[in-house]
């Protein structure tokens, strides 16, 4: 029975009942820390009793950092011309991040941000438990299967839901999936898209 319950929700997810684009951003955390933020990186491996806040910066310099990621993806997808955005909303995972996520995408609103000034985003985004809102279930489930092929599990549903993302077959990398720090770390993910869909 949960067999055929995984089998029902790849299904739903391959073919929704409604239009859906799906966008996802995959970052190797270790890598991103060691090109980005090296030295927090040596002083949090370091520890001298600072482990915790350390540890802390790194975690919301990687979250601000991918969110930015995919705020840019969600601005784009607003202006394709075969995706109807006016009706769309964002939701956000409850994360003890979200103060400084909605910090971002105000910066970001008011054009202070390197990746897009988002003039079509505001107020589309709020944060939940997945618990009271199925799209988060969704996304956790779209995420859940970018995590496992990244990482090389050839059980991954994510090829059945590739159509659904944005820039499938030609141009899914930067459209619709972005690697951090780059795309050479997650091999598996290179065959995604074309004729290796």
């Known amino acids: 029975k949960i067999t ?23 970052a190797n955390k ?6 980005f933020y090296p030295n927090k990186l040596n002083a949090w491996k370091i520890d001298n009793g600072k482990r915790k806040n350390i540890g802390n910066e790194l975690a919301v310099f990687l979250l601000k950092s991918m969110w930015e990621y995919l705020l840019q ?4 997808l607003s202006k394709d011309a075969s995706f109807e955005f006016s ?22 609103q008011s054009g202070l941000g390197k990746f897009t000034d988002l003039p079509v ?15 988060l279930q969704i996304a956790d489930w779209i995420a859940y299967n970018v995590r496992t092929w990244a990482e090389g ?17 030609d141009n899914l990398f930067g459209k619709g999936i972005v690697c ?18």
């Open 4 to 26: 055929q319950i995984i089998e029902s929700i790849h299904t739903f997810l391959a073919k929704p009942v409604i239009p859906v684009k799906y966008l996802a951003v995959c």
């Open 73 to 76: 993806r969600i601005q784009y």
């Open 153 to 169: 599990d050839t059980n991954s549903s994510l090829h059945r839901c590739l159509p659904n993302f944005r820039g499938y077959p």
């Open 30 to 35: 270790n890598r991103v820390w060691e090109k």
């Open 180 to 197: 951090c720090p780059s795309e050479e770390f997650f091999p598996n993910l290179q065959i995604i898209g074309g004729n290796n869909g």
């Open 121 to 135: 985003i505001v107020n589309k985004t709020w944060f939940g438990a997945s618990v009271h809102s199925p799209c």
């Open 87 to 108: 009706d769309s909303f964002i939701i956000g995972d409850e994360t003890s991040h979200t103060k400084e996520m909605l910090n971002t995408q105000t910066d970001i």
